[in-house]
């Protein structure tokens, strides 16, 4: 595997050999070595090079370019579900949902640029013109985590290259599979060189393109942990920085929601991709009058879930996609045993399979919010529960966390939903729906689930520097 930098495959020259692995079969898929700080360096002058041409484009151009990409995908999308497959762990059903979104975020963006008033004149007193100025913020470092590749990168590379901006793309090392297909789609297409430049590595490359004096921005997506290094990094050369991290949201369960709609919103708000959400609704909180008539629906089906390589359906469940992520949750699972955790289901009772990073499904209940699983992010297959008395013990047990990135609804009135979302301090909010993100809606996180928001006209505002000029 090669770095493309500048419209060209350029080997790698770092030292350090990644193993990427099939986290279903634990098979080997691919062996590479991580760019090195020159490779780095030479993406860099590359997207600086092509700054000055691909700001001045035309918005119709830059339309034009991200329809190509949007039916490029579209053309290869087996290839990539398949890659998505293998490399992620992900089901074809689960792989297929981020290709279409990833597809539908290219589409959405081509049209907005197209509308977008990049330039507004307004006249003042004395005859005198302001105009106000969109510019591309300029080179921008985009970095991505694992658990939704291309989407995850859709979001960044499609609001950039509409607002005018070069970038140098760097997903997770354990994840390079589908990124490296979607590389070799823009140079089939022969997108403009230097535009777009993938680099293959790990932290070292990831912290060189964050301190490079060069780089304008950086957009990282990733764990809270490494969110802080980047931000007092980019503060160096005062970067802009726009950071999505972690969360541990809280799904609230009102005295008049309807239970099987309950069940359906929490089981799917927690064991989609495994778990392995930023946005998992990982704390339920349901009203004591309904409490028990849930657990008994809840403990049912996610006792119904079966684990598998690539199985369909609302109850399949796939593997951890790393093996670091699957010690890391066994790793909570064992503090559970600590901490004493009374669990709702038998989790013995589904089948593990032989080979595979698969961890079962777990529920816990009545869960003090001391416990190290209510307060932490665990990414992976693990719900927390309690009930409350009051909807005011709700809001204050859904907002007393240190991340604000998503929360769930589950009411028999909309009007009751919405009075109880404008007290919640959360980036995205769903009311009797669950993970259901539109290309024109806003993602990001209060506190320290992040900085900025992406998607939406706010996902390209954010790649936009204002200026005026006054005449
Ligand atoms: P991670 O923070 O370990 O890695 C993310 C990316 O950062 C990778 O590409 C990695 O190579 C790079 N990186 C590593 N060290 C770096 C450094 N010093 N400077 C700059 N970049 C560096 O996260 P992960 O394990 O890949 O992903 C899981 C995390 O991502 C979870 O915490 C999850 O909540 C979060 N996430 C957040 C969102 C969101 O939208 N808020 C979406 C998906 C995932």
Redesign the pocket.
């Known amino acids: 595997m090669k770095n493309y930098i500048n419209g060209k495959w350029e080997n790698t020259t770092g030292t350090s050999q990644i193993t990427v692995v099939n986290p279903g079969s634990e098979e080997e898929l691919i062996r590479f070595t991580t760019a090195s700080p020159q490779d780095v360096d030479a993406a860099v002058a590359a997207a600086q090079k092509a700054l000055e041409s691909w700001s001045l484009t035309s918005p119709e151009e830059r339309a034009n370019w991200l329809n190509k990409i949007a039916d490029a995908i579209e053309a290869a999308k087996n290839t990539l579900i398949e890659l998505s497959h293998r490399n992620n762990g992900k089901s074809s059903e689960q792989a297929q949902v981020d290709v279409d979104n990833s597809i539908k975020c290219y589409r959405y963006y081509a049209n907005l640029v197209k509308s977008f008033a990049f330039s507004q004149v307004t006249e003042c007193d004395g005859g005198i013109e302001l105009t106000h100025q969109q510019n591309p913020v300029g080179v921008v470092a985009l ?6 590749p291309l989407i ?1 990168s859709a ?1 960044k590379i499609a609001p950039a290259l509409a607002a005018g901006c070069t970038l140098i793309f ?5 994840v390079p599979l589908p990124e490296y297909a979607f590389t070799q789609l823009l140079d089939q297409i022969q997108f403009p060189q230097g535009v777009f430049n993938l680099i293959l ?3 070292v ?3 060189h ?2 301190t490079h004096p060069e780089v304008n921005k ?1 957009s ?8 802080i ?2 931000m007092q ?1 980019a503060a160096r050369s005062v970067k802009r920085v726009t ?5 541990k949201s809280p799904i609230l369960i009102l005295e008049d929601a309807d239970l099987d709609e309950a069940v359906d919103k929490a089981l799917g708000g927690m064991f989609y991709n495994s778990g ?4 998992a609704t990982s704390r339920l909180l349901v009203h004591q009058s309904i409490a028990e008539r849930f657990y008994q629906k809840f403990k049912a089906a996610v006792e119904s879930i079966i684990l598998g390589s690539d199985l369909s359906g609302p109850f399949a469940m796939g593997p951890m996609t ?1 093996q ?2 699957f010690q890391k949750v066994r790793e909570y699972l064992s503090i559970a045993k600590d901490e004493k955790l009374q669990t709702l289901i038998d989790f013995e009772q589904i089948a593990v399979p032989e080979k595979g990073f698969f961890i079962q499904p777990h529920v816990f209940v009545n869960v003090p919010t001391e416990s190290r699983l209510w307060k932490e ?1 665990i ?1 992976g297959p693990v719900i927390c529960c309690r009930s409350f008395e009051t909807e005011e013990e709700a809001i204050r047990l859904a907002n007393d966390s240190e991340f604000g ?1 998503a929360a769930t609804i589950i009411t028999g009135s909309l009007e009751h939903g919405k009075k109880i979302a404008k007290r919640l301090r959360s980036g995205h909010i769903w009311i009797n729906s669950h993970q259901m993100i539109q290309p024109g809606s806003l ?3 209060f506190k320290k ?2 900085i900025g928001r ?1 998607l939406g006209q706010s996902g390209m505002q954010s790649y936009l520097e204002e200026n005026v000029i006054t005449l």
């Open positions: 970095i991505t985590p694992w658990n939704f995850t979001w760097k997903p997770s090392e354990l590595g790990d932290a490359a990831a912290q393109l964050v950086v990282f997506t990733g764990s809270t942990e490494v969110g290094h980047v990094a950071l999505e991290l972690g969360g392995q959400m930023c946005s790393t670091k992520q992010e990414f990135l993602w990001g996180g689930s992040g992406e």
